[in-house]
Each structure stands twice: as structure tokens, then as C-alpha cells.
């Protein structure tokens, strides 16, 4: 078996979070991976542990990490041996390349980048010197995936080494995220939203690029042509706790037109239970919610941020620019009126595509065959089989 060691910032509920453990769940059996967590376990360390896969969170919390806590993580990697590494995230990426020197013998380090940059200036600072200093030291790892072009473009931007760029795109688990009428009228009847009424959803943590006020802007004007739609929005801090959101719901009207569900460990029940499925990020590498939604056969909207339109919806859904709540509007419209049955229509056209194009197991062989590719070839020649992008 080949020892994989992961690296990750945390194991709290995020898209590169999601993804690790999506890809544990899909290794075959020739891989024997092991997790370090450089903070706690967060609400996703117990997932992996199901999978039979230790998991080892080194504490480090707040601004300004001990750097003598970090050094625990040492003695693991020598006593793990693995035989390939694997970044993720700025400060996970950063220190699977530093695990790597106290290793007897030079494994192959693999950076995995799921963030776009609109601006440094927007990022913690610990976070954005984190970025920088992945610049300079860029050139060190066997291969940069990252999940979306425009993340790739933009990091490069910067100074990431473009030898090394992998492209390598979210992958989604269609036995998880499938059609499911049950879960349709159990989640509605439980939220008292008619089985008849459009139901909208924005699935996504509280976050400024996720630009929740452009939605709940478009969202209004919806509702002023559709009286019978509502809105649920679901994600980390999106609860009516959240005064910014709060007070966006109250001048637009929408007390009653909305619900707030916060962070949810159900997300394929509720997100089976819409019939549009929304993302209104004005900066999106490539949207875990919208792939998700395909999958249920649930057609999307979401704005030409990123890669996601292009690569993911197509010809499934509809496309709006980016801080443009008319535009996002009018999109969510042309959908409610094209009626159930062409909704229909366009889900399962959606979830086809997801199916062949993004199923979890054709992701997980690329990291596989990647990763088995730089075990046989050095560092190099890997970057020049691989040349700018795959």
C-alpha cells in the first residue's frame, strides 16, 4: 500500500474540507492515507475517522500559531513515512512542503490551492502572508492542483510557478447528492413550505464573496413576480443571529419570503428539496454547492464568476454577471416560468453532465494517477509530461 500523508488548516465544514473527505471516500484500496489537522478536528474529523482513517489535529488555533506545537508535527511524519504528501490550503501546503526535509527519503509534495484571490488585501493577514510565502517556495512541489482555472491564473499572478499547475476540478458523490422525493416533501413539509411553491436555495457560509446581498436583492425582485416563491438559505453564520443579514432580509421585505437554517449536516436532503438552486459569488473557483445540486437533478443559477458556468452548468441552467441582482433575477424568472416539467428537463440534463463529466470516483483516479505519476518520474519531468495544464 502507498502512505499518503494530508495536510489541511482545519477540518471545519469548507469547500477544500468537503473535497479531502469526498476523495478519502473514494481511494482504492492500494492507498493508506492518514489526515493532520494543524487546528482541531472540527465537524468533519469524526467523518473520517468512520472511514478508518486516523486523524491527528496538532491544536494550533488563533492568529499566531506556536511554533513550538507545530513542531509535534515532526516526530508523526517520521514515525508515518509516507511516501507522498499532500497539501491543502495556504498554511496546510506551506507545511507538507516543510514535513517533507525530515524524511529519510524525498517524498513527492503536492500543493492543492481551492481559493481564488479578488484580493490579498481581503484575506486575514496571516492567511495572505501564508499566499505570499507559497509564491516563493511554489517551485518546490511536485505539482499545484488547483480546482479551477481561474484560481490557477490568478495565483500564478502572484509568482506560483505555472510549471506546476494541475487542473484538477471538484468531484461530487452522485450517491449522495441524487433526486429524492421523499427527502423533497419531508424537508418541506418539516420547514412548512408547500409542495407546491418555487423553492430557491443559496447554500453557502456567511462570507462577503459569497454576496448573499445581491442574492437576497435579486430574491425581492422574484418575489414581487412570483408571490409564491421562497428563498432558503442555508451555510455557517447564516442565521437570523447574523445583523447583517438580518437587517438586508428586513429592507427588502422578505421576513416572510425567507429561511435561515445555518450550518446543516443534511445538505443532500435539502438541497433534493429545491427547484432552483442558486450561487451568487462575484469570485467562485468552482462551486461545490452548484455541482451538488446538479447531481439531485435540481437546475442551477449562478453568476459567470470562475469557472463554474462554463465548465459546470452549461447548457443546464442559466448565468448571470456577477453583482447584478436584475440580471441574477431574471435568470431565476426564466426558469419559474419555464414551468416544472422543462425544470425537469434541465435537472436531469444536469445531473447527466455531473455524472460524466465530475463523478467522484473519475476525480479521485486523477489524483491517483498523478500522484503515481511523480512516484515514477522526477519532479521535472512529471512538470513537463504535465506542461502548462491538464
Not at 467562485?284 to 470562475?306: D, H, K, L, Q, R
Not at 452549461?314 to 422543462?342: K, N
Request: hydrophobic share 45%; charged share 20%; with cysteine.
Amino acid at each position: 500500500m502507498i502512505r499518503i500523508l494530508h495536510v489541511i488548516t482545519t477540518l471545519r465544514t469548507g469547500g477544500a474540507e468537503t473535497m479531502l473527505v469526498r476523495l478519502l471516500s473514494a481511494h482504492s484500496p492500494e492507498w493508506s492515507p492518514v489526515v493532520v489537522s494543524l487546528e482541531d478536528r472540527g465537524t468533519l474529523g469524526e467523518k473520517i475517522s468512520q472511514l478508518g482513517i486516523p486523524v491527528h489535529a496538532l491544536g494550533l488555533r488563533g492568529s499566531l500559531p506556536n511554533p513550538l506545537r507545530a513542531i509535534s508535527l515532526l516526530p508523526l511524519v517520521r514515525r508515518l513515512e509516507p511516501q507522498v504528501i499532500q497539501g491543502w490550503m495556504p498554511h496546510g501546503n506551506l507545511t507538507a512542503s516543510a514535513a517533507r526535509a525530515v524524511l529519510p527519503e524525498s517524498a513527492p509534495v503536492f500543493w492543492n490551492v481551492r481559493m481564488t484571490l479578488d484580493s490579498l488585501g481581503a484575506e486575514r493577514w496571516l492567511t495572505a502572508t501564508a499566499i505570499r510565502l507559497g509564491a516563493l517556495y511554489s517551485r518546490g512541489p511536485a505539482a499545484i492542483i488547483y480546482n479551477s482555472r481561474v484560481a490557477a491564473a490568478q495565483h500564478e499572478a502572484i509568482g506560483y510557478c505555472p510549471r506546476r499547475r494541475t487542473i484538477i476540478p471538484n468531484g461530487f458523490d452522485c450517491r449522495l447528492f441524487r433526486s429524492d422525493e421523499r427527502a423533497r416533501q419531508e424537508v418541506r413539509a418539516g420547514l412548512g413550505v408547500d409542495l407546491k411553491a418555487v423553492l430557491i436555495g443559496l447554500i453557502a457560509r456567511f462570507h462577503p464573496m459569497k454576496d448573499h446581498a445581491t442574492f437576497l436583492q435579486a430574491a425581492a425582485r422574484v418575489a414581487r413576480a412570483q408571490p409564491a416563491a421562497r428563498f432558503l438559505l442555508a451555510g455557517t453564520g447564516v442565521t437570523w443571529e447574523q445583523p447583517a443579514l438580518q437587517k438586508l432580509i428586513v429592507e427588502h421585505g422578505l421576513q416572510e419570503r425567507v429561511l435561515l437554517l445555518g450550518e446543516r449536516s443534511d445538505v443532500p436532503r435539502l438541497t433534493a428539496a429545491l427547484d432552483i438552486a442558486c450561487s451568487a459569488s462575484w469570485n467562485e473557483g468552482f462551486s461545490n454547492t452548484i455541482g451538488e445540486a446538479m447531481a439531485c437533478g435540481v437546475p442551477c443559477v449562478a453568476t459567470s464568476a470562475g469557472d463554474t458556468s462554463a465548465d459546470l452548468i452549461a447548457d443546464t441552467g442559466g448565468v448571470a454577471p456577477p453583482r447584478d441582482p436584475a440580471a441574477l433575477a431574471q435568470a431565476i424568472l426564466r426558469l419559474i416560468e419555464a414551468g416544472s416539467e422543462q425544470r425537469r428537463q434541465l435537472g436531469l440534463a444536469a445531473r447527466q453532465r455531473i455524472e460524466s463529466r465530475f463523478s467522484l470516483p473519475a476525480i479521485a483516479r486523477r489524483y491517483e494517477d498523478l500522484y503515481k505519476e511523480c512516484l515514477e518520474e522526477p519532479p521535472e519531468a512529471a512538470a513537463r509530461m504535465r506542461g502548462s495544464g491538464s
